[in-house]
């Protein structure tokens, strides 16, 4: 029987054959975001830990990755494209470009909501960017390029708005970020304050107030 709060081993895994190591970086990255789901506390994802429900020896990690760091940047890094292509799925849907841009903000805020700890390690909860660049475990170049295309997604859809006067913004790169930081404030907060009344529109006013919708 499981007990509670703990992570069950899993049988030690066939080697892979010549040219598949590319299938043994995936198992480990699963690892560390299945613990990460599960357990959500980055005190679980240890080298020991991964290695043990991959199941393969912990040196064969460095194979892959350096260290932990690099781990936690992998699966950071495979969270946005997850995002990125959600809110790319949306490209030509109809209703207009106001429908389209509301419908990438719910699917942002969708992606919060259903993946709660793989959010949380995306924006500086479980991982720390700041502190990653100052040990020199990542590049700046690495973390500059994260949410870039989701942050793209947003100021595509937000122009269009503009193009077809159904917003009014004089800055769409500015406001897509400040949309962004909305649709982050809100997804955090109804993550940390579940029994708070959150009207049944709050999502639409802000993103209509911060995209300058009529």
């Known amino acids: 029987m499981r007990t509670v709060g703990t992570i069950p081993d899993q049988e030690p ?3 892979n054959r010549r040219g598949q190591g590319g299938r043994l970086r995936a198992e480990i990255l699963a690892a560390a975001a299945g613990l990460l789901d599960e357990t959500g506390t980055e005190q679980a994802v240890t080298l020991r830990a991964v290695a043990r429900r991959a199941g393969i020896s912990a040196p064969a990690i460095y194979g892959h990755f350096a260290n932990r760091e690099a781990i936690l940047l992998a699966v950071v890094q495979e969270a946005f494209a997850e995002l990125g292509d959600a809110l790319h ?4 849907s109809p209703g207009g470009p106001a429908a389209r841009l ?5 699917a942002y805020l969708d992606f919060a909501a259903t993946r709660p700890q793989r959010y949380r390690v995306m924006f500086d909860g479980l ?3 700041a502190a990653a660049l100052d040990s020199a475990t990542v590049t700046p170049a690495e973390v500059h390029e994260l949410g870039q295309e989701a942050l ?5 859809a937000l122009q269009d708005c503009v193009a077809a006067g159904a917003s009014t913004s004089d800055d769409v790169a500015a406001d ?6 909305g649709l982050h404030g809100l997804a955090h907060q109804r993550a940390v304050t579940a029994a ?3 009207p049944a529109d709050i999502a639409r006013r802000l993103v209509d107030s911060l995209a300058h919708l009529g």
């Open 102 to 106: 509301r419908a990438v903000c719910g």
């Open 89 to 92: 799925s949306l490209d030509g």
């Open 152 to 156: 793209t997604v947003l100021v595509g």
């Open 127 to 129: 991982w720390n960017a």
């Open 176 to 181: 897509a970020v400040a949309l962004w930081l």
């Open 196 to 198: 708070f009344p959150w």
């Open 13 to 15: 895994r066939e080697r």
